[in-house]
């Protein structure tokens, strides 16, 4: 096996500037693309991350090891999710989510967005000065996934809060907070109850789709007519539910926001999108490859492999820059450069192989209308002056600004 090029120091996060961490990445990427030694790994290059994506050879694997045995609502809900389930038991529940959760029903779903859309807009038009993912992009992914798995508008606040709380159990954030666990562990306990009470409450009173109307039904009780063919049991169906609402919030939020702040450090590109705005769904995805809401992942080695010339011990963890990946000049020519006219399909921004993100189709429509609306209907809008008007979370994994403030007049 060959060693890399240049052995460079273990690459650590704390030590990534996380407003731009894409110089970091190239350092690895040109001088030590697989990067480790032993059981641990980081892979920078866009051909190594697809082939550990596509490959049978690599295992999503369970997170409940690294949570507290007194979190027992948190350990049930997130064994549940399809993100850390492998075949055959993804398969099925993929399977089962996929027949309900289908192109038509995102795009009868549309409308609906793009109202909610319009209405965050209109607030955020009164205002002089306002922080746009407080005031848009973190509540419309909110009231697009309660629309999408039929909830009351009233308890959308409350499904903000406990979406907050339970993303507080990522590694990165319980390593800042002696709390998140505990936070976790209670926004779990309070889904759960939510969901089974409402999946109780749909069988009694036997509600149906409405003709399977894609503009009236909701994913919920689609997953529970389809479930009649195949049960996979009411852990499975609220695990669901919860990783739907947890998973498409927090990465729509970062899309959204990062993906207009690219706009607004690219005048011509967002002149051009502004008036052709019949290019958005190319643009959204030259968002995401440009700047990922998520920018790594990871996966275990269920066996020996070679990546890049190195081997991979079975058992080895593996984690895939994504955002390094995107920017990798042997996947995209100008890499660094925004161009929103590119095919850039073949991002690493969704993921790749079994794991796909089963909820791009949503995030694409609710990036599309987003855009859409913000530069249609603030054609004035910029970033506020100072320093501290755009603040990132201090999360290299789910990346993106925590603060965005804009002047929505200009």
Known sequence: MSAPAAALPPFRTEDVDVRDPYPLYRRYREA?????SGRAWTLFRHADVAHVLTSRAYGRGTPTARLPEDCPHLRRTTANWMVFMDPPRHTRVRSLVARSFTPRMVEGLR????RLAAG??????EEETADLVAGFCAPFPILVISELLGMPAEDRPWFRERAVGLQQATSSRVARSPGAFAAAEAAARDLDAYFRAELDRRRSSKET???????????????LRAEEDEPLGDDTLVGTCIHLLTAGHETTTNLVGK???ALLANPGQLALLRARPELAPGAVEELVRYDSPVQMISRWAREDDEVGGRKIPGGSHVTLVLGSANRDPAYVTAPDRLDIRRDARRHAGFGMGAHY????PLARVEAEEAFTELLRSLPWLTVAEG??????ADDLVFHGPERLLVRPGG
Request: net charge negative.
């Open 32 to 36: 030590d693309p697989v990067h480790g």
């Open 111 to 114: 409308p609906r967005i793009r």
């Open 120 to 125: 965050l807009v209109a607030a955020l038009a």
């Open 209 to 223: 789709p409405a003709d399977a109307d894609p503009a009236t039904t909701d994913l919920i009780a689609e997953m």
């Open 259 to 261: 993906g207009l702040l």
């Open 357 to 360: 993100c089963l909820g791009a």
């Open 387 to 392: 320093p501290d008007a755009v603040r990132y």
